[in-house]
C-alpha cells in the first residue's frame, strides 16, 4: 500500500495512516508498505485491546546506513516491517512468549497473515513480511526470529539466533574467532622460523 505524508484518516478503528508513515529524516512524500505487517500489527492491538505505538516502518537508505548502521537490504528499507510497542506489560509478555514458543492465537494468526519474520526487543517489538523465511520452521514454513532482549530465556539460549537482515550472529563470532586464530597461528609460525634461521 502506498503511505503518503499528507494522508490523514482512520484506516483502522485505532489507527490513523499517518501513524505508518516512515520516520525517517529523509522520507520521500509518499513510500511503500506492505500489508501484511498493517494488517498484523491492527491484529495486535485489537486482540489484546490495548494501545500499540508504531515506532518504525518504512526506512530510507540514509536511515539505514548513516543513523542505524544497518546494511540497506533489510525489510524495513524494503517496505515489508514494521517494529511497535505494546502499552501494557501483560500483553507484551504474552506476545513475547507467543512468539518466542511459536505457538499461540496470535502467533498462528500472524504467521498465517504471511509474516514471516519476528523480532523480540526490551522495548518493542520486530514483524516483517520478507519474501523468503529463515532457519526456524512451523506448520506455516520456514520463518526468522531473532531474541535481542538482555534478559535471555531457555528457549532463546538453545536456538540459533538471527538479526533483521536474517545473519546469524554466531557465524560472525565464529568466523572472527577463526580469523582471530588463524592471526595467532601465523605470528607463532613467524616467530618460530625467526628464531630457526638465527
Not at 500500500?1 to 529523509?26: G, Q, R
Not at 516491517?81 to 502467533?107: C, N, P, R, W
Not at 528457549?155 to 557465524?171: M, N, S, W, Y
Request: include cysteine; charge should be negative; charged fraction near 25%.
Amino acid at each position: 500500500m502506498e503511505i503518503c505524508k499528507s494522508d490523514n484518516y482512520n484506516i483502522y478503528a485505532h489507527f490513523n495512516i499517518h501513524e505508518f508513515y516512515s520516520k525517517s529524516p529523509d522520507a520521500p512524500d509518499c513510500h511503500y508498505l506492505n500489508d501484511i505487517v498493517m494488517e498484523a500489527v491492527n491484529y495486535v492491538r485489537e486482540y489484546y485491546g490495548v494501545p500499540v505505538v508504531i515506532t518504525s516502518t518504512y526506512r530510507t537508505k540514509y536511515h539505514e546506513l548513516v543513523l542505524l548502521g544497518k546494511s540497506h537490504t533489510g525489510e524495513h528499507f524494503k517496505g515489508n516491517a514494521i517494529d511497535f510497542k505494546i502499552l501494557d506489560a501483560d500483553a507484551m509478555k504474552d506476545y513475547q512468549h507467543q512468539v518466542e514458543t511459536a505457538s499461540g492465537e496470535v502467533y498462528t494468526y500472524l504467521r498465517q497473515l504471511g509474516v514471516r519474520g519476528f523480532g523480540l526487543y526490551d522495548e518493542f517489538n520486530h514483524i516483517d513480511a520478507r519474501s523468503v523465511g529463515g532457519s526456524h520452521t512451523d506448520a506455516f514454513g520456514s520463518y526468522a526470529f531473532w531474541d535481542n532482549r538482555k534478559k535471555k530465556t531457555i528457549t532463546e539460549l538453545k536456538t540459533f539466533r538471527e538479526d533483521e537482515d536474517g545473519i546469524k550472529p554466531i557465524r560472525k563470532q565464529l568466523f572472527l574467532f577463526g580469523l582471530v586464530l588463524f592471526l595467532l597461528l601465523a605470528l607463532f609460525v613467524w616467530f618460530c622460523v625467526k628464531r630457526c634461521v638465527k
